[in-house]
């Protein structure tokens, strides 16, 4: 079945500062690659998404990038603020995120310092 | 907000006991994905059921069990339970979507 490798397992930068955040994942019928931020006692939340068929996608301060050869995908965060300390989620489904399950990786603990 | 209700938010309970955990989803999403977020195993796939039938199973272990009800809501049903089981309980009700339910924690002692 499905494994995904996340990695670090913690990161701390300075306000202001990009983190990037990478996972692997082994089935190459993944076809969906979601990220979730998750606040301590709190339930996770989708904060973006990628499909097999882009490269690349943005929103605001998130990027996400997947490359189906290497079998890897990656959070970029730029420009972070106190808020976006948290524990951060990758993810990855066959079916398109439709109907498949999720395998998540172990989380990555995100601190950013004032 | 999901969209998606999980009852009760907080269960504790003796060992060797039994409790149902309870989610409603999301109107209109036909399937219950459950997960558990232990702190040493992270957040695994439990069960997923669509529409009244078991779909695709995780790492669920025999001591637990769930079904999907005509209204489709879903319940999660854990025995015998051990000091291991402790975690928060999360249903989902569609990948893609942001639609976990706030988890229900459950405290064994």
Same mark, same amino acid.
């Given at each position: 079945?499905?494994?995904?490798?996340?990695?670090? @397992?913690?990161?701390?930068?300075?306000?202001g500062?990009?983190?990037?955040?990478?996972?692997?994942?082994?089935? @190459?019928? @993944?076809? #969906? !690659?979601?990220? #979730?931020?998750?606040?301590?006692?709190?339930?996770?939340q989708?904060?973006?998404?990628?499909?097999?068929?882009?490269?690349?996608?943005?929103?605001?301060?998130?990027?996400?990038?997947?490359?189906?050869?290497?079998?890897? !995908?990656?959070l970029?965060?730029?420009?972070?603020?106190?808020?976006d300390?948290?524990?951060y !989620?990758?993810?990855?489904?066959?079916?398109?995120?439709?109907?498949?399950?999720?395998? !998540?990786?172990?989380?990555?603990?995100?601190?950013?310092?004032? | 907000?999901?969209?998606? $209700?999980? $009852?009760?938010?907080?269960?504790? $309970?003796?060992?060797?006991?039994?409790? $149902?955990?309870?989610?409603?989803p999301?109107s209109?999403?036909?399937?219950? =994905?459950?997960?558990?977020?232990?702190?040493?195993?992270?957040?695994? %796939?439990l069960?997923?059921?669509?529409?009244?039938?078991?779909?695709?199973?995780?790492?669920?272990?025999?001591?637990?069990?769930?079904?999907?009800?005509?209204?489709?809501?879903?319940?999660?049903?854990?025995?015998?339970?051990?000091?291991g089981?402790?975690?928060? =309980?999360?249903?989902?009700?569609?990948?893609?979507?942001?639609? %976990?339910?706030?988890?229900?924690?459950?405290?064994?002692?």
């Open positions: 079945g499905e494994n995904v490798e996340q990695h670090p @397992s913690t990161l701390s930068v300075q306000e500062d990009s983190a990037v955040i990478k996972c692997t994942y082994s089935d @190459s019928a @993944s076809n #969906y !690659f979601p990220w #979730y931020k998750q606040e301590l006692g709190k339930r996770p989708l904060i973006i998404d990628i499909r097999s068929n882009v490269g690349e996608k943005k929103d605001q301060r998130i990027a996400v990038t997947l490359n189906k050869t290497a079998k890897h !995908f990656s970029h965060i730029t420009e972070t603020q106190p808020e300390s948290a524990v !989620f990758c993810a990855a489904s066959t079916n398109g995120g439709s109907q498949g399950n999720l395998i !998540f990786g172990k989380g990555t603990k995100l601190s950013v310092k004032p | 907000d999901s969209g998606v $209700t999980q $009852t009760p938010k907080h269960l504790i $309970t003796a060992t060797g006991q039994r409790v $149902t955990l309870r989610c409603s999301r209109g999403d036909l399937s219950v =994905y459950w997960y558990q977020q232990s702190l040493d195993q992270g957040l695994q %796939f069960i997923q059921y669509y529409n009244g039938e078991e779909r695709a199973k995780g790492n669920i272990l025999e001591r637990f069990s769930a079904q999907q009800f005509p209204d489709l809501h879903s319940e999660l049903n854990l025995s015998s339970l051990e000091l089981d402790s975690a928060l =309980y999360f249903c989902a009700s569609s990948v893609g979507w942001d639609t %976990f339910g706030s988890g229900t924690r459950l405290t064994v002692v």
